[in-house]
């Protein structure tokens, strides 16, 4: 089994695969991110599904993303010469395709592609049929795959496979196509014409982004990745192109992250504007209008990437998972969760839309007073928090924190820019969620806030108190909560979420250092004036990127790999957000807790 860092990304900005260093493609979901998947290798074996065009003889592999694109090209070494393979899914028009062209680059070497679809997460096997052209459909209940290529093709235990031998100069293609089996055959695309106007959309929409220093390189890419995990149609952003990548080697914390949660709202607003792209921080913005909008009593904390809510969780027993991580799942449970963090986090993308020029949505104020108003009534109550636990609700600080921004936001929107709404009453709620987690979430003899109200155990997400605005970052409390994360949830380095053997969450206990958490350690150095930790430790964590720029979830340092899904959304939003702090002069940390002083009124300290 290929390592997680072993993949790179290819998209058409609807759905995703992951390419392997071998050219393996171990997972696509077809038409959409949340689909049922053709290619599933990745989460069992080859008899779930994968598609590799390769030399028959390896010596080395190297590879490379065009500069500005998400067109993917791995040259392969044999002792007999070497060839390129480019990879890439044209921006979806019509249908979703991915396309594969091998271009000899010196000597003469033996290609061999197979393709082993498997629909409905690997285990329907396609009929296969030789169409009037040439090309090949495979076909399995509603779901259709058309190959197309200039290689002659075979039937060979139960997939379709190729060989061909490739000298200096010369070029094939394939062309892999989806759609519904009962229309008719797609026609015919030109694959250099598809790879040219793919290059062009990249790169024009590269073109685009705002410098951020030394930085900007490792930025652009990020951003690249943050938009190949977009829903172009609906403007939703989901949290990885994949499920059920462990985040224990081997264990049972395994969820799906094909859809879009509320919780990343604002950082994920704040990466696109600060990185210059204002409609992909609008559609954003809409789409979770659209999402949140019905009844302030059904909020959840995820919706798909068209805003569908319900998501059930299932478990795929003829997946074997992951190095054997059981169980595989489909769907998140995790969606039917009180988490009152996202409130704050829905009105604070909202104020900071407002604040970065964004056209005001007309039905964003409405929504976001009758959510106001049903956390007015809700806010003392527990929760599950920003982790999802699965262990019971507790009084999460966290959580608190995140409902005191709800309000402050609400004033400071009303007041900045003219929009009525009850501002006496939000005001006298926020000073009370204030007061309540001063004196509940603060303990006195360890000298930092903690996780749940009453109990010892840290939370990494606490970094977050003078980013939000809560406190301002001269806070004795701040600097000692930040020195309190770094004795007790820092391992070599890195953050870990929370402490997984002291905090009941549900599961066993075991994962990697959550490296969003690592990223808002250094945005914490930085606003309490440890400059030169903040980028030793950012360009610490730009090291555990792989060969072509992606990040995972969570890094085990134990086994020195990337674990959890992949490439991870938060993981490419700490990163933007954390450069953009380093280099910037309107640092998104200052920027989201306020432009003026910290300890202006809401914003301070109460004892």
């Not at 379709?160 to 089996?181: D, M, P």
């Amino acid at each position: 089994m290929a390592r997680i860092e072993d993949y790179a990304l290819i998209g058409d900005c609807e759905t995703a695969a992951l390419v392997g260093l071998d050219g393996s493609i171990d997972w696509l979901c077809l038409p959409r991110f949340d689909s049922d998947s053709c290619f599933a290798r990745l989460l069992g074996s080859k008899n779930n599904g994968y598609w590799r065009v390769a030399p028959l003889a390896l010596r080395s592999v190297e590879r490379r993303y065009r500069p500005g694109t998400l067109i993917l090209e791995t040259t392969f070494r044999t002792d007999d010469g070497s060839v390129r393979v480019t990879d890439f899914m044209p921006p979806k028009s019509d249908q979703s395709r991915l396309v594969r062209i091998v271009e000899g680059v010196e000597g003469r070497v033996e290609m061999r592609s197979e393709l082993a679809a498997r629909f409905d997460y690997g285990i329907s096997v396609p009929w296969v049929s030789r169409l009037d052209d040439g090309a090949r459909s495979l076909v399995a209940g509603a779901s259709m795959l058309v190959l197309r290529t200039d290689v002659p093709l075979q039937g060979e235990k139960m997939m379709t496979v190729g060989s061909v031998v490739v000298s200096a100069g010369e070029r094939r293609a394939f062309v892999l196509s989806h759609q519904i089996s009962y229309q008719h055959e797609a026609s015919a695309a030109d694959p250099s014409e598809l790879l040219e106007n793919t290059e062009q959309f990249w790169q024009d929409w590269a073109g685009r982004c705002n410098a951020a220093g030394p930085y900007s390189d490792v930025v652009l890419r990020s951003l690249i990745t943050l938009k190949a995990l977009t829903f172009q149609p609906s403007g939703g952003i989901v949290a990885a192109a994949t499920t059920s990548l462990p985040e224990q080697l081997g264990g049972p914390r395994n969820w799906d992250y094909r859809f879009c949660w509320v919780r990343d709202a604002t950082l994920t607003l704040l990466a696109l504007m600060d990185g210059g792209y204002y409609d992909e921080a609008r559609a954003w913005r809409d789409w979770l209008i659209r999402a949140v909008a019905g009844s302030p009593y059904q909020l959840q904390i995820m919706y798909s990437v068209t805003g569908e809510r319900r998501l059930t969780e299932w478990e795929v027993p003829w997946l074997s998972g992951y190095e054997n991580s059981k169980p595989v799942r489909i769907g998140n449970a995790a969606h039917q969760q009180l988490q009152l963090d996202v409130y704050g986090e829905l009105m604070d993308a909202l104020y900071q839309a407002r604040r970065g020029g964004l056209a005001e949505n007309k039905r964003a104020w409405a929504v976001q007073c009758a959510l106001l108003d049903h956390l007015k009534a809700i806010w003392t109550e527990p929760d599950e928090g920003i982790w999802e636990v699965r262990g019971g609700r507790k009084q999460f600080t966290y959580s608190k924190i995140m409902a005191w921004v709800a309000f402050d936001r609400a004033i400071k929107s009303a007041r900045e820019f003219g929009i009525e709404g009850p501002v006496d009453d939000w005001t006298a709620v926020r000073d009370a969620i204030h007061a309540d987690v001063c004196r509940r979430g603060y303990d006195e003899d360890r000298k930092s806030f903690v996780q749940v109200y009453g109990e010892p155990q840290l939370d990494a997400s606490l970094l977050l108190i003078p980013a939000v605005g809560f406190l301002p970052p001269e806070d004795p409390r701040v600097i000692s909560t930040v020195q309190a994360v770094e004795r007790e949830l820092v391992a070599d380095g890195f953050v870990r979420r929370y402490d997984t053997g002291a905090t009941k969450d549900g599961l066993p206990p075991g994962e990697g250092m959550f490296l969003a958490c690592s990223f808002w350690l250094a945005d914490a150095y930085q606003l309490i004036g440890r400059a030169a930790d903040a980028k030793a430790l950012f360009e610490r964590l730009l090291s555990l990127r792989n060969d072509v720029g992606l990040l995972s979830e969570e890094y085990d340092v134990s086994k020195r790999r990337l674990v959890g899904n992949f490439p991870q959304a938060f993981s490419h939003i700490a990163l933007v957000n954390t450069a953009h702090n380093l280099t910037h002069r309107d640092k998104p940390s200052e920027t989201r807790g306020g432009k003026k002083s910290l300890l202006s009124e809401g914003a301070q300290s109460t004892t």
